[in-house]
T-cell receptor, first 113, second 106 residues
Framework: EAGVVQSPRYKIIEKKQPVAFWCNPI?????LYWYLQNLGQGPELLIR????????DSQLPKDRFSAERLKGVDSTLKIQPAELGDSAVYLC???????????FGPGTRLTVL | KNEVEQSPQNLTAQEGEFITINCSYS?????LHWLQQHPGGGIVSLFM???GKKKHGRLIATINIQEKHSSLHITASHPRDSAVYIC????????FGKGTHLIIQP
C-alpha cells in the first residue's frame, strides 16, 4: 500500500514569491494534517481536515497561508507571498479518523532566499 | 494546552548500549505516540499506546498514565538507530515534543 505522497520534496524560492505544496494521503484516510517543522523542533499543526472540511485551522497564518482539500482526498497548501521565516519542512500526514495513528509523508523542505 | 517535554534533548552512546528516552506531559491524554525521524527523511510512527507496554523488535515503549510519563527503550543499540525520536500526545489534536537527537557510535 502506498504511503502519504508529497511533492515537491525540495523547493527554493525568493521571498515574496508564491509557493504550493501538494499532498496525496493514504487511500481511505478521512483525516489529513499539514504540519510545519522548524529545524530542531517538533512539528506544529497548521491545519486539520476531516474529509473536505477544515476543522482546525487556528494555527494557520491566514494572511499568507491557504489550504484546500477538494473532494476530500488530495490537499494543497499555499504560501503567498513567502517570507524568509517560512523556510522549514512542511509535513503532510493522514489517518483513518481523527485521533487514530497518523502516517507521515516525507515532507517538503522549503528554503526562502 | 498540553505541554510535552522530552529528555534528554541530545544523546550519544556506543553501539550495544541500552538507550532510554523519556517523555512527560501535563494533561491527561487519549494516546501517546513515539515517532522516528531520520536526517532528511520523513517521520515514521513507531508506537501508539494508551496504557502499559508495547514491544517491536529491539524497541520497547512504556506509559504510566497516572504519572503522565512514557519511556522509549532501545536494546542492543546500533548506528542505524541514529535519528530524532519524537514523542507526541493526542489531546484535542496532536502535540509534539521537540525530539531527542540520538547518535549511536560504532
Amino acid at each position: 500500500e502506498a504511503g502519504v505522497v508529497q511533492s515537491p520534496r525540495y523547493k527554493i524560492i525568493e521571498k515574496k514569491q508564491p509557493v504550493a505544496f501538494w499532498c496525496n494521503p493514504i487511500s481511505g484516510h478521512n483525516t489529513l494534517y499539514w504540519y510545519l517543522q522548524n529545524l530542531g523542533q517538533g512539528p506544529e499543526l497548521l491545519i486539520r481536515y476531516e474529509n473536505e472540511e477544515a476543522v482546525d485551522d487556528s494555527q494557520l497564518p491566514k494572511d499568507r497561508f491557504s489550504a484546500e482539500r477538494l473532494k476530500g482526498v488530495d490537499s494543497t497548501l499555499k504560501i503567498q507571498p513567502a517570507e524568509l521565516g517560512d523556510s522549514a519542512v512542511y509535513l503532510c500526514a493522514s489517518s483513518p479518523y481523527s485521533g487514530y495513528e497518523q502516517f507521515f509523508g516525507p515532507g517538503t523542505r522549503l528554503t526562502v532566499l | 494546552k498540553n505541554e510535552v517535554e522530552q529528555s534528554p534533548q541530545n544523546l550519544t552512546a556506543q553501539e550495544g548500549e541500552f538507550i532510554t528516552i523519556n517523555c512527560s506531559y501535563s494533561v491527561g491524554i487519549s494516546a501517546l505516540h513515539w515517532l522516528q525521524q531520520h536526517p532528511g527523511g520523513g517521520i515514521v510512527s513507531l508506537f501508539m499506546l494508551s496504557s502499559g507496554k508495547k514491544k517491536h523488535g529491539r524497541l520497547i515503549a512504556t506509559i504510566n498514565i497516572q504519572e503522565k510519563h512514557s519511556s522509549l527503550h532501545i536494546t542492543a543499540s546500533h548506528p542505524r538507530d541514529s535519528a530524532v525520536y519524537i514523542c507526541a500526545v493526542t489531546f484535542d489534536g496532536l502535540t509534539f515534543g521537540k525530539g531527542t537527537h540520538l547518535i549511536i557510535q560504532p
